[in-house]
């Protein structure tokens, strides 16, 4: 059952964008997690039609997330009186577009259900529900999931060697599936070498990484350039939207910090405060 | 032997040169990509060459359920997420599977509908190409939706499925049918009773009916949580109907 905003359903459906009720929302917040072998779904509810709420604590109703992913066929349908659950699921079960649709829905018939904010037009009540009608909807969720969206988005960059750069210089290359951070033969050993240093890596990470990541985004940024079929491209994207980050809304370097989680508290941390590991 | 999957770089290029390849993909081989290990990457899971090497078909006989079956025990325990991945899949119809794939989609005479063909058949083409049309991939999809229905064998589930072209489009490309496993099995469960006696919910408008009967029930429960004998009651009401 999708969520439709102009669908009128026979009975009362607390729905964003509906007029069923005249006050009260339901909202979930839905957060995904991957490690080596699992998927971690976390799922919180919000509920504040007080009439809902008592059909759950009666057992009457229950919350609902059903959890999609039409590329490997799966869907799992999570149900729970308590407002927080998490579950976890095999990594190998989803790949791609994963839906979240979060229902309130009714797990045995309630004969007589009552709420003041019930629009009119549906009579006085009281109404009455069975088993598997909805009380409740919010608006499906969408999530991308790949290894590759869970990694350090600098995963999706390559250091390559440069034979005619200058020393000082680097260039950053858009046109493979991976990012190329393009330097001198000399400064790519130097780099491999500090990779292996856990502080040099954090200065790594602030100052070459940094800057290739923001001209990345920039890049997906302008209208004018065209990265589709690019897994950099698609990568950055969907990692962004599973962070909620929209990229016509700030500015590069801002979306940077977010994509790479704030690295400047790496360099405080290590470099600054010298924090050994 | 190790499942090896194509490198991406090298599923562009052979998508790009199937006109100048036409003729390896008509009556050739693809031994040279294998004999570069530079063109394909070695996973860790096993996959059983044997069965793999069984799976055929003739002109009057596409053995569609036994080869399911094949493929999917062939493919052990592989994850639908490498599932989802077509360099797998292509690697194996330009190898393994090469022979199968011309018996099965005979390579049109006429070059431009050859292309199409060995584009459709050998590649993994838009949304649907790797559960529909790749022919390789194809088989493992279908086995492993049918191996999740409850209470029929792989093989009573695959006879279901596969009989009827249009039942099977019905069922497989609509989401709320493939996805949830108790909606799944109790729709391959009426089948299989109707397989076994008359066939007549195979019968194009009936299952059609019956599908819509199910849309609208869906409409206004949410059939995905309720239990398989509360959707097998909605369901039979819509066969009654469609009587």
């Known amino acids: 059952m999708k969520f439709d905003k102009y669908k009128a359903f026979p009975y009362p459906v607390l729905r964003p964008e509906s007029d069923d009720y005249k006050d009260g929302e339901f909202q979930a917040s839905v957060e995904f997690a991957i490690d080596k072998d699992t998927i971690k779904v976390s799922i919180g509810y919000a509920l504040s039609a007080e009439e809902i709420t008592n059909e759950i604590l009666k057992g009457n109703a229950e919350y609902v997330c059903m959890i999609s992913c039409r590329d490997t066929y799966f869907q799992q349908v999570i149900s729970t009186p308590e407002k927080k659950i998490e579950a976890d699921f095999d990594i190998g079960a989803m790949r791609g577009e994963v839906k979240v649709n979060p229902y309130v829905v009714v797990k045995k018939a309630i004969t007589s259900f009552i709420a003041p904010d019930i629009n009119p037009e549906f009579g006085s009540g009281p109404f009455q529900f069975v088993e598997g009608d909805v009380l409740a909807q919010d608006e499906a969720q969408v999530f991308y999931i790949d290894r590759d969206l869970f990694k350090p988005i600098t995963s999706v960059f390559d250091l390559v060697k440069k034979d005619d750069l200058s020393d000082g210089l680097w260039t950053v290359g858009f046109e493979e599936d991976h990012i190329q951070i393009e330097v001198s033969p000399k400064m790519k050993e130097a780099i491999d070498a500090a990779r292996n240093d856990h502080k040099k890596r954090v200065v790594l990470l602030n100052s070459i990484y940094f800057a290739a990541v923001m001209q990345a985004v920039q890049n ?10 690019k897994k950099w491209a698609e990568v950055i994207r969907r990692q962004a939207h599973n962070k909620g980050i929209n990229l016509e809304g700030h500015d590069a370097y801002y979306i940077a910090e977010l994509l790479m989680q704030q690295p400047i508290k790496l360099l405080d941390a290590y470099v600054f405060k010298g924090v050994d590991l | ?21 036409l003729e390896l993909y008509r009556a050739g081989n693809f031994d040279f990509l294998v004999n570069d290990p530079a063109n394909y990457f070695e996973t860790d899971f096993e996959i ?19 080869n399911c079956i094949l493929m999917y025990e062939a493919m ?35 070059d431009e509908k050859a292309i199409k063909y060995i584009r459709n058949h050998f590649f993994c083409i838009g949304a649907r190409g ?4 790749n022919a390789s991939s194809r088989l493992w999809w279908m086995a492993s939706l049918c191996n999740r229905t409850d209470g029929l064998s792989l093989e009573e589930a695959l006879a279901c499925l596969l009989f009827q072209s249009d039942v099977r489009a019905n069922i497989v490309e609509r989401p709320t049918t493939s996805q949830n496993i108790r909606i799944f099995s109790a729709i391959l469960k009426k089948l299989y009773e109707s397989y076994k006696v008359d066939k007549k919910l195979f019968e194009r408008d009936r299952f059609r009916s ?6 609208l029930a869906g409409g206004v429960k949410l059939l995905g949580a309720l239990p398989e004998i509360k959707i097998m009651n909605i369901l039979e009401e819509g066969i009654e109907k469609a009587n």
């Open chain 2, 1 to 21: 032997m190790k499942a090896r999957f194509f490198k991406a770089v090298k599923v562009q290029e052979l998508l790009a040169a199937v006109g100048e390849n």
């Open chain 2, 48 to 66: 059983n060459a044997d069965k793999l090497s069984r799976i055929d078909c003739g002109k009057d006989n596409l053995k569609e359920v036994e």
């Open chain 2, 76 to 110: 052990g325990k592989i994850s639908h997420y490498l599932a989802r991945d077509e360099r797998l899949w292509i690697y194996l119809t330009h190898t393994l599977l090469l022979s199968y794939v011309r018996n099965r989609w005979p390579i049109p005479d006429d």
């Open chain 2, 210 to 215: 019956v599908m819509k009967w199910l849309n």
């Open chain 1, 220 to 229: 997906l940024k302008d209208p004018n350039e065209n990265f589709e079929g």
């Open chain 2, 130 to 133: 790797i559960e529909r049309d």
